[in-house]
């Protein structure tokens, strides 16, 4: 038995028989509860886990750094235990752990709808703040920004798991999380923006002047979910293409500019609205034409497709690349206001063509309003 074990053999009364004896008393531990489906069987959290004894006492059930093995799973779930502990001490430990095992933890069938929502919500919200704090520069998110970024992407993934989407998400952040972090900060941009602005609200679902509080709520919820699930179609992608390090030849250009139409496919069957399974095909589409999947132009492209084109550049360029350094927001906000180089004949787009002077891919007005909000938000040039 180490030392830290012995350490925790304080306690008093008789243990819960689950194959470890360590004892503590509640009081001298600061715990917090954790779901036991997030301990998923073979993995090796580099943290403490306790369980509660009928006689209410803290018992080490797992040392850190040893593997969970199905049968300790299976004994804890014979006993019906709902929650296990983790030290508070080791929740940045515990929150590392949750990362790098999000996809098995949402595919974990012993995990209820919210507990998943719940842990999906804590690991993306800290996406979004590392974001904050790196790449915008804007310093750090305060405790209530915190917290409302995390109730409204739990909630977006409830509302996912509801409309039987869930599955696309695991999918999707299994084959390349990049693309799972990169549409989490495109969530948070499209709802903080759409917060802002119910005159856009209105124009994706007539009628929300109208709504009562909690409807309108719904809406912007169900504008963060398209955010979230814009490039699913991307789980259809070889990584060899999508972490490419180097602009993409004209077959793997065409590979990519699949994945709105391969998005829109995989939610098809779902309960979502029909603006966001529209946002998701759109949002590759240039106002004033030449985009994809459809060449689309102008008001032909949905609202929620055109806000989206913006906070999908606006992030991809904030963002480090494989191939490429993160661009300065105010920089950013300069090449999506700039007019591009003209195209020679038949030359592929390429990833990079979005460095050149985009105007022509956004709605201008909505460009405008993103960049007050921008200057609102004081993002470092
Ligand atoms: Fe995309
Ligand atoms: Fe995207």
Redesign the pocket.
């Known amino acids: 038995m180490t030392q830290a074990a012995r350490e925790e053999r304080t306690g008093t009364g008789e243990p819960l028989s689950l194959g470890h004896q360590s004892v503590n008393p509640m009081s001298e531990r600061r715990l917090m509860s954790i779901p036991p489906g997030v301990i998923i069987p073979g993995s090796l959290p580099k943290f403490r886990i306790y369980v509660l004894s009928p006689q209410g006492q803290y018992i080490l059930w797992a040392q850190e750094g040893n593997t969970v093995t199905p049968d300790q799973l299976a004994r804890l779930s014979n006993f019906g235990l709902k929650e296990v502990f983790v030290d508070l001490d080791e929740a940045f430990k515990y929150e590392e752990y949750l990362e790098s095992h999000l996809e098995p933890i949402l595919e974990h069938p012993g995990t209820s709808d919210s507990q998943k929502a719940e842990i999906f919500s804590k690991v993306s919200t800290n996406v979004v703040k590392g974001a904050f704090e790196t790449s915008l520069g804007l310093g750090r998110m305060g405790p209530d920004v915190v917290q409302r970024t995390q109730a409204m992407i739990e909630k977006a993934l409830i509302f996912i798991a509801e409309a039987k989407s869930l599955q696309a998400v695991t999918k999707m952040i299994g084959h390349d999380y990049k693309?799972y972090e990169?549409?989490t900060k495109?969530l948070w941009f499209t709802v903080a923006f759409l917060g802002h602005h119910p005159e856009i609200l209105e124009r994706v679902q007539p009628g929300y002047p109208t709504f009562d509080e909690d409807r309108r709520t719904e809406v912007l919820r169900q504008c963060g979910v398209a955010a979230l699930l814009?490039?699913i179609g991307k789980a259809c992608i070889s990584q060899e293409i999508l972490n490419k390090d180097g602009p993409l030849d004209q077959v793997e250009w065409e590979i990519l500019k699949r994945h709105p139409s391969d998005g829109t496919a995989m939610l098809l069957d779902s309960d979502m609205p029909l603006f966001v399974k529209k946002a998701v095909l759109h949002?590759h589409e240039d106002f004033g034409g030449g985009g994809y999947p459809m060449n689309l132009e102008g008001m032909n492209i949905t609202i929620l497709g055109r806000v989206l084109r913006i906070m999908?550049v606006f992030?991809?360029m904030t963002s480090r690349r494989p191939y490429k350094e993160a661009v300065p927001p105010l920089k950013a906000v300069q090449i999506m206001v700039g007019t591009p180089e003209e195209k020679k004949d038949g030359e592929a787009p390429g990833q990079d063509d979005r460095d050149r002077g985009m105007r022509r891919c956004f709605d201008d007005e909505l460009l405008r309003k993103f960049i007050v909000f921008l200057g609102n938000a004081k993002l470092k040039g």
Do not use: G, K
Request: charged share 30%; no cysteine; hydrophobic share 30%.
């Open positions: 693309t990169h549409a495109v814009h490039d949002h999908d992030d991809a």
